[in-house]
């Protein structure tokens, strides 16, 4: 997807990604996405919220450091 050169959206289900790019890259509202998706605005903010949540998780490093105190 080219709107997000940065993001690997491979981690993101088909439709947490269709959410993604009308939200962001086509700038829709939550109602113009879920009329277009034929979901429900609640629907919509579930992927939303679920997607951010996996991108978060898949930038964060996977290693954890101890700080010596």
Not at 35 to 62: C, W
């Amino acid at each position: 997807m080219d709107a997000f050169p940065n993001i690997d959206l491979s981690v993101l289900t088909d439709r947490q990604r269709e959410v993604i790019d009308m939200l962001y890259a086509c700038r829709c509202s939550e109602r113009a996405v879920a009329g277009l998706l034929g979901i429900s605005r609640r629907a919509v903010r579930s992927h939303h919220h679920r997607a951010l949540d996996r991108l978060a998780e898949s930038l964060s490093p996977t290693a954890h450091y101890k700080v010596d105190a």
